[in-house]
């Protein structure tokens, strides 16, 4: 019985761990998207970039960025995905399939209750 108590917390410790990971992830992105735009200002007004060169080369900055960015996205799922499958963690339709089966036991129980 103690076993079964521990599991779930197990498993939402996981979550919660991937869950505060994937936000410290998200956070550094984004203070490293801010720090980049804000090195774009300092390089245009050392080299005295138009406005029409900022804009480009920002432009460019930020696509590079975002690329970087789903990359991170990606590989990060991916991480947490293969480290879920070696939880051995039940699909859904695994649970779906089990939850199916305890009502068809469940009725079976009461059937056999109301025959008493």
Same mark, same amino acid.
């Given at each position: 019985?103690?076993?079964?108590?521990?599991?779930? $917390?197990? %498993?939402?410790?996981? =979550?919660?761990?991937?869950? +505060?990971?994937?936000?410290?992830?998200?956070? =550094?992105?984004?203070?490293?998207?801010?720090?980049?735009? +804000?090195?774009?200002? /300092? *390089? =245009?007004?050392?080299?005295?970039?138009?406005?029409?060169?900022?804009?480009?080369?920002? +432009?460019?900055?930020?696509?590079? @960025?975002?690329?970087? /960015? %789903?990359?991170?996205?990606?590989?990060?799922? &991916?991480? *947490?995905?293969?480290?879920?499958? @070696?939880?051995? @963690?039940? /699909? $859904?339709? &695994?649970?779906?399939?089990?939850?199916? $089966?305890?009502? +068809?036991?469940?009725?079976?129980?009461?059937? @056999?209750?109301? /025959?008493?």
């Amino acid at each position: 019985m103690d076993n079964n108590t521990e599991g779930p $917390r197990e %498993k939402t410790s996981v =979550a919660e761990a991937f869950e +505060r990971i994937w936000s410290q992830a998200l956070l =550094a992105v984004n203070t490293a998207e801010e720090e980049a735009s +804000r090195a774009v200002q /300092r *390089v =245009a007004s050392v080299a005295g970039w138009s406005q029409d060169e900022v804009k480009r080369q920002a +432009r460019e900055f930020a696509d590079r @960025l975002a690329g970087h /960015r %789903k990359d991170l996205e990606h590989n990060v799922e &991916e991480r *947490v995905r293969t480290a879920l499958s @070696l939880l051995k @963690l039940p /699909r $859904r339709e &695994e649970l779906q399939a089990f939850g199916a $089966r305890l009502e +068809r036991l469940n009725e079976r129980i009461q059937a @056999l209750e109301h /025959r008493k």
